[in-house]
Nanobody
Framework: QVQLVESGGGLVQPGGSLRLSCACSINSGSMFSIKAMGWYRQAPGKQRELVAA???????KYADSVTGRFAISRDNAKNMVYLQMNSLKPEDTAVYYC???????????????WGLGTQVTVSS
């Protein structure tokens, strides 16, 4: 049982800022480790794309289109991941999905899990 819940989406004007949050809760009988968490987005008529990701060790990666404007961070103790979005552009309008890659030690098994998404609209 894995649940990802996003929050913080909404309407913002171009040049504005928004902070997304994702809470990850896992109810498993096996030991597990969250290998990585991140954010993807999907705009109408476009494919889902990686926006930003962060590993448990703190390594990060960003899409070229958001580098320098967005920043991903995490709180491992709370199983939270955040996406600070600055200098927002209309092109950033999309549904943003939280994602996590979980490793289950007992079964030596990894799985992807997704949230339901939160809408971000950048418009004047």
């Amino acid at each position: 049982q894995v649940q990802l819940v996003e929050s913080g989406g909404g309407l913002v004007q171009p040049g504005g800022s928004l902070r997304l949050s994702c809470a990850c809760s896992i109810n498993s009988g096996s030991m597990f480790s969250i290998k990585a968490m991140g954010w993807y987005r999907q705009a109408p008529g476009k494919q889902r794309e990686l926006v930003a990701a962060i590993t448990s060790s703190g390594s990060t990666k960003y899409a070229d289109s958001v580098t320098g404007r967005f920043a991903i961070s995490r709180d491992n103790a709370k199983n939270m991941v955040y996406l600070q979005m600055n200098s927002l552009k209309p092109e950033d309008t999309a549904v943003y999905y939280c994602h996590t890659d979980v490793y289950y030690f007992y079964s030596d098994y990894s799985a992807d899990h997704w949230g339901l998404g939160t809408q971000v609209t950048v418009s004047s």
